[in-house]
Antibody, heavy 122, light 107 residues
Framework: ELQLVESGGGLVQPGRSLRLSCTASGFTFGDCAMSWVRQAPGKGLEWVGFIRSKPYGETTDYAASVKGRFIISRDDSKSIAYLQMNSLKTEDTAVYYC?????????????WGQGTLVTVSS | DIQMTQSPSSLSASVGDRVTITCRASQSINSFLNWYQQKPGKAPDLLIYAASILQSGVPSRFSGSGSGTDFTLTISSLQPEDFAAYYCQQNYITPYSFGQGTKLEIK
């Protein structure tokens, strides 16, 4: 069974850092691009960024709201994607989901983790 | 950046109703449009990709159409489990963007 499990969320003070992990199972992790999507409390979905697979250079791209502060990386040997969040702001408070990108006809997010809550507050 | 605008933002309907949600992109995205359903406290689920292709396991009462800038999601006969939030999303170009969502509620 394909599964994505996020971990690492919690309460953090503004300006501090936090690293989220997304552990994948049930598919060939190294073949897939992975994205992070977040949802602030009571709000809609916001794409955070992605990392492509090794054949595509493991290149990354980010939303403007997090560019320069967040870094996505991956360890294919462990089937884990990471979201390193630096210089956190109160507006980064959200549930963070990792998603698998599937490229069939178009790219879509066909599997999602359960999400992990990040609360940025003093 | 491409802006995605959904309408309506909320909708009240009854079991058995036919419902249509629209999504408009600020520029042409061909058919690079996906629809997701999200129930309270849960992660979103992919419903439709490439504007009109039903994801495996999704009931046939769901359908999608459109290309370019205008898209629709239609539920032909609402079932109790369909009351949820729905989001469109473009994957044409980064930054990928979602619509603001449509909350479908029971009348």
């Amino acid at each position: 069974e394909l599964q994505l499990v996020e971990s690492g969320g919690g309460l953090v003070q503004p300006g501090r850092s936090l690293r989220l992990s997304c552990t994948a199972s049930g598919f060939t992790f190294g073949d897939c691009a992975m994205s992070w999507v977040r949802q602030a409390p009571g709000k809609g979905l916001e794409w955070v960024g992605f990392i492509r697979s090794k054949p595509y250079g493991e290149t990354t791209d980010y939303a403007a709201s997090v560019k320069g502060r967040f870094i996505i990386s991956r360890d294919d040997s462990k089937s884990i994607a990471y979201l390193q969040m630096n210089s956190l702001k109160t507006e980064d408070t959200a549930v963070y989901y990792c998603t698998r990108e599937r490229a069939v006809a178009v790219t879509s997010f066909d599997y999602w983790g359960q999400g992990t809550l990040v609360t940025v507050s003093s | 950046d491409i802006q995605m605008t959904q309408s309506p933002s909320s909708l009240s309907a009854s079991v058995g109703d036919r419902v249509t949600i629209t999504c408009r992109a600020s520029q042409s995205i061909n058919s690079f449009l996906n629809w997701y359903q999200q129930k309270p406290g849960k992660a979103p689920d992919l419903l439709i990709y490439a504007a009109s292709i039903l994801q495996s396991g999704v009931p046939s009462r769901f359908s999608g159409s459109g290309s370019g800038t205008d898209f629709t999601l239609t539920i032909s006969s609402l079932q109790p489990e369909d009351f949820a939030a729905y989001y469109c999303q473009q994957n044409y170009i980064t930054p990928y963007s979602f619509g603001q969502g449509t909350k479908l509620e029971i009348k």
